[in-house]
């Protein structure tokens, strides 16, 4: 049997430190999960680069992949296509190695649908009063958003029964280590284990 990767889908409300927290999962010496670069039709902001932190498109090319299959999952979010190119996901996931996304919460839901067999952590504020204050410290919303925003969030903690886990992110290190070790059970208790161990008894 193929050895097989475990597709880890990390989302949350917007604001609560998603890319923050995979920045430092991948930050580790020892992260050893493939991180999958999305696609996006948003700009590249300052010091971001094509290819590294995502792969830039305009919509026509980005609509033109949607029709030819080639997303795994896509959302719009406010006013941008972002997507998961599917042959990445799929490849790496054949090759044995575990691979990272970091997305949305409607795209996180069509992943759920594709890979029900997917590791899904939400990533959970403190409190609702903290996320507020993360939206609001980061500087990049108006009034009007930060409240639009506030009210999505209310509305994507209520749908958290479709993940495996809910990882409060109160400290950055601490959410990584609590992810770190889920992934860790996730491989113990898997049948990916299990084929191994039926793998070496065939052997001998
Ligand atoms: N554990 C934490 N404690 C305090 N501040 C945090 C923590 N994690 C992230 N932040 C801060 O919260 C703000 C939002 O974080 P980030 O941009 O990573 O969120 P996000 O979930 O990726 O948001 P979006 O979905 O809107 O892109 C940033 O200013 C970040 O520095
Ligand atoms: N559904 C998807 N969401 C994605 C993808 N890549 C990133 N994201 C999420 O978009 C927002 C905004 O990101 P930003 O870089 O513009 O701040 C954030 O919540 C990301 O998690 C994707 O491929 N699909």
Do not use: W
């Not at 044995?96 to 992943?111: N, P, R, S, T, Y």
């Not at 009007?144 to 990882?167: F, G, P, Q």
């Amino acid at each position: 049997m193929k050895e097989k990767g475990i597709l880890i889908v990390l989302s949350g409300p917007s604001g609560v430190g998603k890319g923050t927290v995979r920045k430092a999962v991948f930050s580790r010496p020892d992260a050893t999960f493939a991180y999958s670069i999305s696609m996006t039709t948003r700009k590249p902001r300052e010091g971001e680069v094509d290819g590294v932190d995502y792969f830039f498109k305009s919509r026509e090319e980005f609509e033109r992949l949607i029709k030819e299959g080639k997303l795994l999952e896509y959302a719009e979010y406010v006013g941008h296509y972002y997507g998961t190119p599917i042959d990445y996901v799929k490849e790496t996931l054949a090759s044995g190695k575990d691979v990272f996304l970091e997305i949305e919460v409607q795209g996180a839901k069509q992943v759920r649908e594709k890979f029900p067999d997917g590791l899904f952590i939400f990533l959970m504020p403190p409190s609702l009063d903290e996320l507020k204050k993360r939206i609001v410290g980061r500087g990049t919303e108006s009034i009007e958003l930060i409240h639009n925003r506030m009210e999505a969030a209310k509305k994507e903690i209520e749908l958290t029964s479709m993940y495996d886990y809910i990882v409060e992110n109160d400290d950055v290190e601490r959410a990584v280590d609590k992810i770190n070790a889920i992934v860790q059970a996730e491989h113990c208790r898997s049948e990916r284990v299990i084929d191994k161990y039926i793998k070496m008894l065939e052997v001998e």
